[in-house]
């Protein structure tokens, strides 16, 4: 059985790194920077007439200036591209000139009537949140957008909060939480922002979604237990809802005959379980099944590496962040409190 030096994955990380630098760096620069715009729900789930709780922020520094009290407004539509509501036709906006010095959030809520006054059907909603021009119905100075779902019985229920730090860059993440709905479209990441997920079976990464870029019908969802890579063009927090593991649960982590990387994520749970890189050794059924644990350090963009029986090489695993994992051959573990 070989293991690898620290050396040589260091090596063949720092080469994936530059390449997907180059690649989201390219992206970004044909995305507009005008619209630095983080559009978040307190849930990604509603039942029918629930109120939906939106928050639009503007995450970078700006000034503007407008003819009234209107600087920020949001607009609902359904998947096919309708307008359902849009707040400007339902609001009085004092005729005063107005100014705004960013970053600033602003809050909203939605009580799920269309422009008519009537209860919106069940399904799929895109909210977009929008920095105003000077006028009201001008177009908009920024704007960002998120998904969410109206269902008689919701498939999750948001009931914790969750808070994950990216820092400019590339970020590995992870859902923190359990029973989310969420996918690469409505993590809340801003216009450039991209999601790169692994496929450890092949051992190659998956189509890159990119925030204002990717078409919305191109999203894949957020899995939980997996890893994913996150680019962002600004340091910002996510704020993310769901539940945290209670029971033990089983992921199935694949990899060619002889071994490879797997991409993974520990969510929170309500006792103790993985804490350190040399817990995840003791998740494999089988004796020298995981061979190295690998965290990427997003603040000077460097990884750290345990190898196992190493003990002078271990570190804290956190929820909401992802690691690479070296296994041996395929194996289901089994995780939680």
């Not at 639009?56 to 609902?76: E, K, R, T």
């Not at 051992?203 to 019908?217: D, R």
């Not at 649960?249 to 994520?265: L, N």
């Not at 379980?273 to 603040?299: C, E, K, N, R, T």
Request: include cysteine.
């Amino acid at each position: 059985m070989c293991v690898e030096s620290p050396g040589r994955i260091l090596s063949i990380f720092s080469v994936i790194l530059v390449v997907f630098s180059a690649f989201a760096l390219t992206s970004n620069a044909s995305s507009a920077e005008d619209e630095p715009v983080i559009v978040t729900t307190d849930k990604g789930t509603y039942s029918p007439g629930e109120t939906v709780k939106i928050n639009v922020s503007l995450v970078v520094p700006l000034f503007a200036s407008f003819s009234s009290s209107c600087q920020c407004y949001f607009v609902v539509e359904d998947l096919s591209g309708n307008t359902v509501y849009d707040l400007r036709s339902h609001s009085y906006w004092a005729q005063v000139l107005t100014f705004l010095h960013g970053p600033k959030s602003f809050g909203f809520t939605w009580n799920q009537k269309d422009d008519a006054g009537g209860q919106v059907p069940e399904g799929t909603y895109n909210i977009s949140g929008f920095i105003a021009g000077y006028h009201p119905m001008d177009d908009p100075v920024a704007g960002g957008w998120t998904f969410i779902a109206i269902d008689e019985e919701p498939t999750a229920t948001m009931a914790t909060s969750y808070s994950v730090t990216l820092r400019q860059g590339w970020n590995m993440f992870s859902l923190p939480l359990v029973s989310s709905n969420y996918t690469s479209a409505n993590l809340g990441l801003p216009t450039g922002g991209a999601v790169v997920p692994w496929d450890s079976a092949t051992q190659s990464y998956g189509q890159a979604f990119i925030v204002g870029i990717t078409p919305p019908s191109f999203a894949f969802p957020i899995v939980e237990g997996k890893g994913y890579w996150i680019w962002v063009p600004v340091s910002l927090t996510l704020t993310l809802f769901g539940d945290v593991l209670t029971t033990k649960h089983q992921y199935e982590w694949i990899v060619p005959p002889g071994g490879g990387w797997v991409f993974v994520g520990f969510p929170e749970t309500n006792g103790s379980a993985v804490i350190h890189a040399s817990d995840v050794v003791s998740l494999s059924p089988l004796p020298g099944g995981v061979l190295q644990v690998v965290w990427f350090d997003p603040v000077t963009q460097t990884y750290r590496i345990y190898i196992a029986g190493l003990p002078t090489t271990n570190f804290h695993i956190v929820p909401g962040q992802a690691y690479w994992v070296y296994i041996s051959q395929s194996m289901i573990v089994e995780y939680g409190p």
